[in-house]
T-cell receptor
Framework: KNEVEQSPQNLTAQEGEFITINCSYS?????LHWLQQHPGGGIVSLFM???GKKKHGRLIATINIQEKHSSLHITASHPRDSAVYIC??????????????FGKGTKLSVKP | GAGVSQTPSNKVTEKGKYVELRCDPI?????LYWYRQSLGQGPEFLIY????????DSGLPNDRFFAVRPEGSVSTLKIQRTERGDSAVYLC????????????FGQGTRLTVV
């Protein structure tokens, strides 16, 4: 079993829809990242959070430390949001300080 | 520079050849990380530098892989005797410090070994 699980693996939505991507993890963490990866490979860091909720534009990320679960929400989705969204956690114990463990990503496609 | 820069963006090489991938981190970032992402998978850790030294190289798959950061800034990932299985996107990230500092990622280098 992977230490970081994302769902769904693939998601197709119509423009304007509210989107939720989920991330569950099984290890103690010090922080969780949500990353966006466009075709071609480049990764952009969307959020880093260790508790509560963060909002940036149409993106909202929440984390529940007790339940070891985080969600990424996109409101009023747009075709330009189409990308792979990756959840990554930084271990609280063990590993090195640089070691992020990544989920396999959720491929989002927003149709006009 | 304004962000993490990786060069080349694409590299095609023949099996058995030597390749070097370069990462130029954000100025002032002491921590630098290399990851490898195979098709359909999430990135996997290779090596992490704190300053000039490799703090953790436990992710390097074998001794064909080596990375340096001689002046604590630019890093080079070196792959000897490349194999087709080395084909992947190689990602570099940097952060102001280790620990909980946010990591910023480069665009990646897509390596194809033919």
């Amino acid at each position: 079993k992977n230490e970081v699980e994302q769902s769904p693996q693939n998601l197709t939505a119509q423009e304007g829809e509210f989107i939720t991507i989920n991330c569950s993890y099984s290890v103690g963490i010090s922080a969780l990242h949500w990353l966006q990866q466009h075709p071609g490979g480049g990764i952009v860091s969307l959020f880093m959070l260790s508790s509560g909720k963060k909002k940036h534009g149409r993106l909202i990320a929440t984390i529940n430390i007790q339940e070891k679960h985080s969600s990424l929400h996109i409101t009023a989705s747009h075709p330009r949001d189409s990308a792979v969204y990756i959840c990554a956690v930084k271990l609280l114990y063990g590993g090195s300080q640089g070691n992020l463990i990544f989920g396999k990503g959720t491929k989002l496609s927003v149709k006009p | 520079g304004a962000g993490v820069s990786q060069t080349p963006s694409n590299k095609v090489t023949e099996k058995g050849k030597y390749v070097e991938l370069r990462c130029d981190p954000i100025s002032g970032h002491t921590a630098l990380y290399w990851y490898r992402q195979s098709l359909g998978q999430g990135p996997e850790f290779l090596i992490y530098f704190q300053g000039t030294g490799a703090a953790d190289d436990s992710g390097l798959p074998n001794d064909r892989f080596f990375a340096v950061r001689p002046e604590g800034s630019v890093s080079t990932l070196k792959i000897q005797r490349t194999e087709r299985g080395d084909s992947a996107v190689y990602l570099c990230a940097s952060s102001l410090a280790a620990g909980t500092a946010e990591a910023f990622f480069g665009q990646g280098t897509r390596l194809t070994v033919v």
